[in-house]
């Protein structure tokens, strides 16, 4: 793709629903938007942008291919069975609520699933904080919604929180009322919009290695601004922060990387040890 064409990709983008290319990285995304052009039946991306620029639909599935929603309850189960046996009890050590942020929750699948091993750590009636946010105004009606979710998004979900946490209809898994109030949903765009302080945990997982570098490494720093010391980030399992200890992390295990400033160390022996089942 050439060098102007791509910029007027990007232009129009932008102007029709509000996403700025640059963000991402440039041969990834230009992969996907060729074949999107071929999957849509137009010669050009003129004659594309022509014909969407006034339909909603339209409009709405672009938006939904360049978001990427590819997700699942409790994806990586390896990972979340670290974060329930090892991560949650330690923070639940030092406070015992806790405020939680899925960032790029996608249809809600992440916050759930954080929802549930939460409720399993501290009882049905604690109280914490789980904020689930997205840029994908499509997503998050999904989300808010509690379901409909396609079998295979369950897959992982172990049988004791499946019977007890959603309900099967005809469109597919719905996640039950009791959870989904335990969930705050809203739209949140990482690149551009401010971003809270004081979380205990956050999970950003299969998100940033779809930016350049230079926005990966400003998210990584905005992160560490929005944990408190000793706050974790649960990052996606090919996502690897190269430059921990100078931007103010160490890492814990695989994947969760603990914000520096406080000197109380975790359990020693709670480090490293194998996985548990899935």
């Known amino acids: 793709m050439r060098a ?5 990709i990007k232009h129009k983008v932008r102007k029709l629903i509000g ?3 640059n963000f991402y990285k440039s041969a990834q995304m230009q992969r996907r938007l060729k074949t999107y052009l071929l999957r849509s039946g137009h010669a050009n991306w ?8 006034s339909d909603p639909t339209g409009l709405g599935k672009l938006r939904d291919y360049l978001t990427i929603n590819v997700t699942a309850f409790f994806r990586d189960p390896q990972k979340f069975e670290r974060l329930r046996t090892f991560i949650l009890p330690e923070l639940l050590r030092e406070r015992p609520r806790l405020r939680v942020w899925s960032a790029g929750c996608s249809q809600g699948h992440e916050p759930y699933s954080l929802a549930m091993l939460l409720v399993q750590a501290s009882g049905l009636d604690s109280r914490h904080l789980i ?26 979900t172990s ?3 499946l019977h007890r946490y959603f309900e099967m209809r005809d469109d597919g898994y719905h996640v039950t009322d ?7 949903f809203r739209h949140h765009d990482l690149s551009r919009d401010p971003f809270q302080k004081g979380f205990d945990l956050i999970v950003c997982r299969n998100v940033v290695i779809y930016f350049t570098r230079e926005i990966k490494e400003r998210l990584y720093r905005r992160f560490h601004s929005a944990l408190r010391p000793g706050g974790v980030l649960f990052v996606g399992g090919t996502e690897v922060m190269s430059k921990t ?9 695989i994947s969760f990387y603990r914000r520096n400033g406080v000197k109380q160390r975790w359990s020693a022996r ?6 548990g089942r899935g």
């Open 19 to 21: 996403m700025d290319l």
């Open 159 to 161: 049988p004791s929180l």
């Open 270 to 275: 709670n480090f490293a040890q194998p996985y």
């Open 131 to 156: 904020l689930g946010t997205d840029i994908d105004h499509s997503a998050l009606v999904r989300a808010r919604a509690g379901g409909p979710y396609p079998a295979d998004s369950v897959a992982k």
């Open 178 to 184: 009791e959870l989904r109030r335990k969930v705050t």
């Open 4 to 8: 102007q064409e791509y910029d007027f």
């Open 46 to 53: 003129a004659n594309f942008f022509r014909a969407i620029q």
């Open 245 to 253: 200890a100078s931007q103010g992390f160490e890492m814990v295990d």
